[in-house]
């Protein structure tokens, strides 16, 4: 296993254009989740899928950004029409059912809006 | 609401002992965790409470009072690689998300 795996790892953008972020996750955890972080500060939760159906999402994330797990397995997080204010490392993290194992995060994608 | 504190920065010398505090406010609670992240890195999981009462891990060991809304992360004999942000998460009523906290710099000089 070869832990959770986001792409890409560094991706710098003008303002205004769409990105796109994978997450690929330990493939027998049932549950995704998308944490965005900037510097200084804990991860901030965006979003948390169950298979592929997307159960819950922050306040934080507004129209612009969409997340997707089409087949239960990779997730996709889109941002459109990016802001500067979207500048942030953006974490992917999986889990099996069961509370104390915890998340297991990927090395995220750290998002530069210039 | 959700309001969760740790102290922002803390320093210790090799081979020392340090307590990490965290004191948390939320509507919900579900456990609480703590997390390691190194600079550049993903967050490694420490440690996870739901009973109060101290976990102990190896050098590590982590307490939780549910009554107090209070936890401490301990860590004992340190190394300089220890030096890291520490994260306090609260998992909410849900299950399906952790809270986190800004976490705590700790900077270990020999």
């Known amino acids: 296993d070869t832990g959770v795996s986001q792409d890409p790892r560094h991706k710098i953008t003008k303002r205004g254009q769409n990105v796109t972020f994978r997450c690929d996750p330990i493939?027998?955890?049932?549950?995704l989740y998308w944490y965005r972080q900037t510097l200084g500060q804990g991860p901030e939760f965006l979003t948390y899928?169950?298979?592929?159906?997307?159960?819950?999402k922050s306040r934080l994330l507004s129209d612009r950004f969409s997340a997707e797990r089409p087949k239960g397995s990779f997730s996709t997080l889109e941002i459109q029409r990016t802001e500067q204010g979207d500048s942030a490392m953006y974490l992917c993290?999986?889990?099996?059912?069961?509370?104390?194992?915890?998340?297991?995060f990927g090395s995220g994608t750290r998002l530069t809006v210039v | 609401g959700q309001n969760i504190d740790q102290p922002t920065e803390m320093t210790a010398t090799e081979g020392a002992i340090v307590q990490i505090n965290c004191t948390y406010q939320?509507?919900?609670?579900?456990?609480l965790f703590w997390y390691q992240q190194h600079a550049g890195e993903a967050p490694t999981f420490l440690s996870y409470?739901?009973?109060?009462g101290l976990e102990e891990k190896g050098r590590f060991s982590s307490f939780l009072s549910r009554s107090k809304g209070y936890s401490y992360l301990l860590l004992k004999e340190l190394q300089m690689k220890d030096s890291a942000s520490y994260l306090c998460?609260?998992?909410?009523?849900?299950?399906?998300?952790?809270?986190f906290g800004k976490g705590t710099t700790l900077s270990v000089s020999s």
């Open positions: 993290a999986s889990s099996l059912e069961g509370f104390n194992y915890g998340y297991t």
């Open positions: 493939s027998e955890h049932n549950r």
């Open positions: 899928f169950q298979n592929e159906a997307q159960l819950e």
């Open positions: 939320t509507s919900g609670f579900n456990g």
């Open positions: 409470n739901v009973l109060d």
């Open positions: 998460a609260v998992l909410n009523q849900a299950g399906t998300a952790l809270i």
